[in-house]
């Protein structure tokens, strides 16, 4: 792949910003978000500021994030990671899928599930 493609300029822009909102910075979001942001996931707000207000209070704010995978085209950044708190080491599982439009995340739509017991997933989830 091209290394000044678009796919690769917003794997690069989704992972920076990912990596920095794992290690507590929530602001980065206000660098990453268009200001009309859309959000498709159900009880989540649309709006950049409405979005990080909300997400600053969720629980995946205070947990820790294990990127597993990162699939990117030129228009879409798909992340695929375990989210664990101290209250559930066996976490979430989590597919995040980010519409990015000239350098900015303009949409996000997810696919959240718990993780279960290994003996329920021979292959694992990762």
Known sequence: MNENSKAVRNKELVLHGFTRFAAGDIDVLRTLLAKDFVEHSPGNPSGREAFIAYIAESP?????????????????????????TDDDPRGIAVADIWRVVDGEIVEHWDVVQPVPEDSQVPHGMF
């Open 60 to 84: 995946v704010a205070r947990a820790r994030l294990d990127l597993k995978r990162v699939v990117a085209d030129d228009e879409h950044v798909v992340m695929h990671y375990r989210m664990t």
